[in-house]
């Protein structure tokens, strides 16, 4: 069955600092990857995707992930963290199949400190 | 450009009373979609459509049904509400297959509580 793992529930991160949220998917073929990010009180914003070649995407707001196909995982990362970016981040997974949706994972709250 | 635009943004419902939450877009996607998001179990999708009088099941749809009967709104409702269905739900717009180069488009959400 498809699915979407993200182990952190909550990471909490000093402005500045780098950062890294881990997800993994379980899928029965090379599945379309995203991260979303949701501020507050907002829907969902695509933040970034990867559907094939180069590895490692750039996406909005300085972020990057990198799909590693041996390790099943898409790990959301940032240099340097800024306020700003306290929200919850969801990863997804796209079947390769039309027709369907996108399966998401349960997300990862983010808390910058000072 | 509105976007994705949710009606209403909170509600509060009796046990077994019934409504429907309205969702609208003006971006001319084929695809729309109802999630339900809760704490700790992320966005389960409700149901979704593919084109205009076309609805399916996803994850959660008992409880709920839909309508598309045209292409810039999509229709969730509940019959008779339960306490289960306390949730934040959220609506989502693409211009096809959300795996190709179609990213989804979400409305602010609606908060619904069931007493």
């Known amino acids: 069955a498809q699915s979407v793992t993200q182990p952190d529930i909550h990471i909490t991160v000093s402005e500045g600092a780098s950062l890294e949220l881990r997800c993994n998917y379980s899928y029965g073929a090379t599945p379309y990857l995203f991260w979303y990010v949701q501020s507050p009180g907002q829907g969902l914003q695509l933040l970034l995707k990867y559907f094939s070649g180069d590895t490692l995407v750039q996406g909005i707001k300085g972020f990057e992930a990198e799909f590693k196909r041996s390790q099943s995982s898409f790990n959301l990362r940032k240099p340097s963290v800024h306020w700003s970016d306290a929200a919850e981040y969801f990863c997804?997974?796209?079947?390769?199949?039309?027709?369907?949706?996108?399966?998401f994972g349960k997300g990862t709250t983010l808390s910058v400190s000072s | 450009n509105a976007g994705v635009t949710q009606t209403p943004k909170f509600r509060v419902l009796k046990t077994g009373q019934s409504m429907t939450l309205l969702c609208a877009q003006d971006m001319n996607h084929e695809y729309m979609y109802w999630y339900r998001q809760d704490p700790g179990m992320g966005l389960r999708l409700i149901h979704y459509?593919?084109?205009?009088?076309?609805?399916a099941k996803g994850e959660v749809p008992d409880g709920y049904n839909v309508s598309r009967l045209k292409k810039q709104n999509f229709l969730l409702g509940l019959e008779s509400a339960a306490p289960s269905q306390t949730s934040v739900y959220f609506c989502?717009?693409?211009?096809?297959?959300?795996?190709?180069?179609?990213?989804?488009?979400f409305g602010n959400g609606t908060r619904l509580t069931v007493t």
């Open positions: 997804a997974v796209g079947p390769p199949q039309a027709g369907t949706a996108l399966i």
């Open positions: 989502a717009s693409s211009p096809a297959w959300p795996a190709l180069n179609s990213p989804l488009h």
């Open positions: 459509s593919v084109g205009e009088g076309t609805t």
